[in-house]
């Protein structure tokens, strides 16, 4: 073999070692970023699907037979009990209005018109009652409601809509 020969050789050798690891290089660089991307969105899915399980939470305590019976205090006035209901629904509502961007608008809409028609009924149902009604006439109008209207149970829907919108992440 005479020397230009073994120099092309080596060169040859060199050029495919150095493609060889370019292309090594860049498929861990690619597997790498792949993996951030993946962990990325695993991590976003992960936020989400807590957002719907704090929705579902939220739906549950500010429906109706619910917050009656963690806010019975029926020796107070209608009036008094009213605000109580009331304030239980929109602070349970406020604590959890931060999870309205990793949920859909559909599914926030949802979960504020819940809470809106939760607090028109009480409020309703209230302005209803004599002026010398007892919160627990107030709380049993209420039940009644929830019993004989459809509107009453509105929290069930929302909740079966979170769970849908919940299962397409999955």
């Known amino acids: 073999m005479d020397d230009l020969t073994i120099i092309v050789?080596?060169?040859?050798?060199a050029i495919v070692c150095g493609v060889a690891a370019r292309l090594m290089?860049?498929?861990?660089?690619?597997?790498?970023?792949?993996?951030?991307?993946?962990?990325?969105?695993?991590?976003?899915?992960?936020?989400?699907?807590?957002?719907y399980?704090?929705?579902?939470?939220?739906t549950n305590r500010i429906a109706l037979p619910n917050v009656v019976s963690r806010v019975n205090v029926p020796e107070i006035g209608a009036r008094d009990m009213q605000m109580l209901?009331?304030?239980?629904?929109?602070?349970?509502?406020?604590?959890?209005?931060?999870?309205?961007?990793y949920v859909s608008p559909a599914a926030w809409d949802a979960v504020k018109n819940l809470k809106?028609?939760?607090?028109?009924a009480v409020n309703q149902i209230a302005a209803g009652l004599p002026?010398?009604?007892?919160?627990?006439?107030?709380n049993r109008r209420v039940l009644e409601y929830v019993m004989t209207d459809q509107r009453g149970n509105l929290h069930e829907?929302?909740?079966?809509?979170?769970?849908?919108?919940?299962?397409?992440?999955?």
């Open 25 to 51: 290089y860049l498929q861990r660089k690619g597997a790498a970023k792949d993996e951030k991307n993946e962990t990325v969105d695993n991590g976003s899915k992960t936020l989400q699907l807590q957002a």
């Open 9 to 13: 050789g080596v060169c040859f050798a």
């Open 53 to 58: 399980e704090r929705l579902l939470l939220l």
């Open 157 to 170: 829907i929302v909740a079966e809509a979170l769970s849908f919108e919940a299962k397409k992440l999955l």
């Open 85 to 101: 209901l009331l304030q239980a629904i929109r602070e349970e509502f406020d604590y959890n209005i931060t999870q309205q961007i």
């Open 131 to 138: 002026a010398n009604a007892t919160g627990l006439d107030l």
């Open 116 to 120: 809106e028609q939760n607090m028109l």
